[in-house]
């Protein structure tokens, strides 16, 4: 029988179906359940199920649905606006049940813009999710073509893996040919929000001049891709005309792609981004399809040089303006941050966002704490994404080993979501997440009692546990053995420690010291009496 | 040519000559020096040269180098006693060098005993390093043969490829057959300081049974090291009887080896831990050889659960009383800490072990910030190790992937080391380190200016570096292309970034919005006279 599978927790009604990942333990305890991001799994030719599709066509056409601004009344299906009315939606449920937590916790985080759920009308096959500081922290990985790699199969394989380990949403950031097919694909076998830049493809369309961009091929190419079913948009429209000589001084000058690309535009044609003079034309888009802003930092820093500096924190200054817009449509919101930052300048970075963006959720790609070692940026990026999450980040956009030297593989994508999956639930242990921590205490029992079979069970990658323990200790009875390889059957610390608290277990009275130097006496003479035979079971 | 060297600086005598190695850059930039740990290189049966006979003859019976405790005069040539004397040692002056620094900085820092400089008299091959939270982070990695895997020649292949990749010293944890000859054979290899936990070594001598230990054995063991010349010593002997019975209701108990030997001593025989009875002979060992203490946590927590702890708290402030005692005997002392922490319970450790230890160095492993990632423990560590870093933690011990799970190998060894000097790097940024961030700027003005090479020759691992650019882009052309493939040749930030610096560079006069806006007036003009070629290049 296999010690990890996938359940399903039933909500309020019968097509609410919440799927975790439980391990049955061996230690009497209760089994354990994992938030589960892997999906049902489908055929890539005919997709997932549409599991909301009944959702949202009950949905479809009542008042509730609908929102006058300025006079005008405007389609509003978004979970923002259903929020805002008191209504809790099966999506609301569904991610209660999933985190642990009331529904009417829920809507009202939602209500409060201190939350998104992402799900275009046009994604049914999304199973809920919700990014919030007051939730668990969630990761995000990228994948997508480029010009010199292109393969659509090959995509939809990594979403497949990423979301298997764990990836709470997927950016596709496709370029080069197939951008559009391989997006279908891709939305087709979603059970995670997906999120694109339509930038990249508007950039395409002008055959990849960004002094040809102008807002009607934008607006064609968002609209063409909600069509598709993307659940949120990162959209650069905080890189402003007067910001770009900020940045032109920094030791690494502009780095996020969609911002230099904006940038071009804007000294160009020496006018205002046309993200920024449309974005009320945006929302009123977004609105209609429940598509998310991720409003994009085009300036963040891609240095430690450059961290924390004027141009970044005036763009900055900007999504805290337009984030408060989406509200006005009920459109949800939240804002992406960086990049590249040393230790000791990560929490001015929340705590900025939080105050001048109403708390809306904050995503940031890392920080990477240094920029020495190309190769690791993983493991860079990790220090700063787990600190920056602990200080209320609601998203963490994973970094591959192979970050500024090339394309992520199958194994490079799985090393980042990795890193990123420790990085998030070590932040959730440190807001004291009320769920985070059972996981710990269970994976410690086990590995305090010798249960090696239920570590591997529970490890975050049982896989490489159980290999990395068969390296030195191959032999099946290891897997019970009372040592493992590092100490050897003899000096095993575990081992002598867990005969001492047969003596001094959780059930010992002794609470003070003096009491303790009293229980001392009278163990020893238990000691004598077995002629301190204790340890002989350390010699077996 | 090979871009990275090694090159020596000459001190104030021939015979010191410190080590760096010198990468070469192509931007026009000074050649930039980085700190190495990797030695001259030895054939292992001949060992290396030994730096330090002269300097440690020279200091040999002078008065200097005794000194008078409650009516004996002592042997102590320790540089904590010459420093306290107002002696500016080789060694002192080797390691300001090294670390760009006075010499009489270096002396102070030591003598108030907030810094080691771990040097037995009988280890002379060792390039001298200092060990305070005023100098750059250290890191330790462990190796050492065990009951089931041994073998001397691999040890020693370890100890070579740890320096290779950055260890600043090394802590040979040998158990099983052969302790003795393993341990020769590294210290006559090793450029860096070598550490040891004598306990291991004496628990054999009495058959690994616990209960047959006593002061002699040990005793005989620390002066067979000694004379070995070993460098610094883990003793436990914080690890009162009265301690024990608060970590047997842990959920993980003792799993500090020593620790729960110690543990198992004192409860079978009831009486107080020997080497805490016996530590003033200890003291008068040390002196002698000019050994360091790193006091033992012997009850370090062993999960996220029982992190911060009264078993914890209550050892560490036995070490506080222990390290001033190791004071009076001008024994320089260090002190180990946890072990598993959640972030947020990080910085307590180390504020209370500086307040507690007078400011003495301390030395800590990890700590893992969660206990889910067996397989990933040299990042769950990594997280927790730079941000006690930035806290004040002088020494880092490393956690390699195998750490839980079996006995790391080779690669398990540089994953490891390379983790920690990360963590080790960014907590040197975040404490500001003077030449600290000198390194991430080159690296990033060569990432900027798309100067590969550089790039790869400044990394922390040159090799991997170039190896993951090459899996995408392997052409030699490559190498100094204007892109990479993350992006491709059309889409690439960075190119079109470094255009806009081109027309508001550093030289730059612009400074405030306004000007900005006029400027861009009159760039506009020029856009113009050249038809807006500025971004042609791009599509090249």
């Known amino acids: 029988m296999n010690a990890r599978s996938k359940v399903y927790a039933q909500g309020s009604r019968p097509d609410i179906q919440v799927p975790f990942t439980q391990v049955e333990l061996s230690g009497g305890e209760a089994p354990i359940r994992l938030y589960d991001t892997s999906g049902p799994g489908s055929d890539p030719e005919v997709g997932l199920p549409k599991l909301r599709e009944a959702w949202i066509a009950e949905r479809a056409g009542a008042a509730a649905s609908t929102i006058v601004h300025e006079g005008a009344e405007l389609e509003c299906p978004t979970q923002l606006h259903y929020a805002k009315q008191g209504i809790v939606t099966p999506e609301m449920e569904f991610v209660a049940v999933r985190e642990g937590l009331e529904a009417e916790f829920v809507r009202a985080e939602i209500a409060a813009g201190r939350a998104i759920l992402p799900a275009n009308v046009n994604h049914p096959e999304t199973e809920p999710m919700i990014i919030g500081k007051n939730f668990l922290t969630k990761i995000n990985a990228n994948i997508g073509t480029s010009a010199v790699s292109d393969s659509v199969a090959a995509e939809v394989e990594k979403l497949t893996w990423a979301t298997k380990w764990g990836a709470d949403t997927v950016m596709d950031l496709s370029t080069g040919k197939h951008i559009h097919e391989t997006r279908e694909h891709i939305m087709r076998n979603s059970p995670v929000p997906i999120g694109t830049v339509p930038l990249y493809q508007a950039l395409e369309k002008v055959n990849g001049d960004p002094v040809k961009l102008n807002w009607e091929v934008y607006r064609d190419t968002i609209i063409e891709q909600a069509e598709q079913g993307v659940d949120y948009m990162t959209v650069h429209a905080g890189v402003l005309l007067r910001y770009v000589p900020l940045a032109a001084r920094r030791v690494t000058g502009i780095v996020s792609r969609g911002g230099s690309i904006m940038a071009a535009w804007c000294l160009a044609h020496h006018e205002e981004n046309f993200l920024y003079t ?263």
Chains 1, 2 share one sequence.
């Open 278 to 540: 449309h974005y009320r034309e945006l929302c009123e888009i977004f609105a209609k399809y429940d598509i998310a802003f991720s409003l994009g930092d085009g300036l963040r820093p891609g240095s430690i040089a450059d961290a924390n500096d004027d141009a970044q924190f005036a763009e900055l200054r900007t999504l805290g303006e337009l984030t408060h817009i989406a509200w006005e449509y009920d459109v949800q919101v939240m804002c992406e941050g960086p990049g590249h930052v040393p230790m000791h300048k990560i929490k001015e970075n929340v705590d900025l966002q939080q105050e001048l963006c109403g708390e809306a959720p904050f995503y940031t790609l890392g920080p990477l704490t240094t920029d020495v070692a190309p190769a690791y940026d993983h493991i860079t990026s990790a220090i700063g994404a787990a600190m920056i999450g602990w200080f209320g980040t609601a998203m963490l956009c994973y970094v591959t080993p192979k970050e500024h030297l090339g394309l992520p593989n199958r194994e490079d994508v799985k090393e980042g979501v990795i890193a990123y999956k420790i990085a998030a639930h070590a932040a959730d242990l440190a807001k004291g997440h009320p769920k985070a921590q059972e996981w710990d205490d269970a994976l410690s029992k086990a590995r305090f009692e010798f249960r090696w079979q239920d570590q591997f069970n529970l490890a975050l990658d049982p896989d490489r546990a159980r290999e990395y323990h068969d390296e030195t200790l191959p032999a099946e009875p290891a897997k019970t053995a009372h040592f493992c390889s590092m100490c050897g059957p003899k000096f095993c610390s575990m081992k002598i420690s867990s005969s001492i608290k047969e003596q001094f277990g959780p059930d010992s009275e002794v609470t003070s010291a003096d009491e303790v130097t009293a229980g001392m006496l009278a163990k020893s003479a238990e000691f004598a009496a077995q002629g301190n035979r204790l340890y002989l079971p350390m010699v077996d």
